[in-house]
Each structure stands twice: as C-alpha cells, then as structure tokens.
C-alpha cells in the first residue's frame, strides 16, 4: 500500500506560479513511475505529466508543455510539479500518482494509488 500527499495549490492570478509537492510512503519509492493528473468541474480527469523512475525520462500533456516541469527527489519520496506561466483553463484539483509498472502512461486507469488531490485555482 502507497499513501500520497499532495500539497501546494492555492489560487493564484494569471501568469503567475505554483509548485505542487507529492509525498509517498513506503520504501519502494525509487521504483515507481509517477503522474499528475487534473479533474476541472464538470470535466474527466486528464494525464498532465508524469516522470519515469530513474528522472530521466518525463512526459507533458501538449496544453502544458514549456510551462510545467515534473521533476522526483527519491531520497526524499517525493515527486513535484513546477507550474509557470498558468491560466484560468489550468484551474483543478491536482493529484499525483503512482504506478507500479514500468513506462509513464497517460490513462488514470494505469494508475495504481491516488493521493486525495490539491485545489488549484488561477484567476484572469
């Protein structure tokens, strides 16, 4: 079993920056492939970026690109999300998420643990 934390959202205006941090328990952490996804009111929850275990590979859904960085520290077991640049459409809940198998994936369903989720809401 892995328990996530995110923590980091909050409202901030357009054009500004948030950094979502993501906590995981266990002692596996180095070995897990790790994603954010988001879920806007009304909407599905969607792939934003993941980061496969060794950091050396990430990757970005195309409405984030050049504006967000997913980055690991797995010393620390923890995984974080660097948004710059955000818009009104980047506003909903964050959660991060692992998965147990290998390669980063853009569906939730290959998505083994869930943390509880972040707000994150960017005024115009």
């Known amino acids: 079993q892995v328990q996530l934390v995110e923590s980091g959202g909050g409202l901030v205006q357009a054009g500004g920056s948030l950094r979502l941090s993501c906590a995981a328990s266990g002692r596996t952490f180095s070995s897990y492939v790790m994603g954010w996804f988001r879920q806007a009111p009304g909407k599905e929850r969607e792939f934003v970026a993941g980061?496969?275990?060794?950091?050396?590979?990430?990757m970005y859904a195309d409405s984030v690109k050049g504006r967000f960085t997913v980055s690991r520290e797995n010393a620390r077991n923890m995984v974080f999300l660097q948004m710059n640049n955000l818009k009104p459409e980047d506003t909903a809940v964050y959660y991060c998420?692992?998965?147990?198998?290998?390669?980063?994936?853009?569906?939730?369903?290959?998505?083994?643990?869930w943390g509880q989720g972040t707000q994150v809401t960017v005024s115009s």
């Open positions: 998420a692992v998965r147990v198998f290998l390669g980063v994936r853009q569906v939730d369903d290959d998505y083994d643990y």
């Open positions: 980061i496969d275990r060794s950091d050396a590979s990430a």
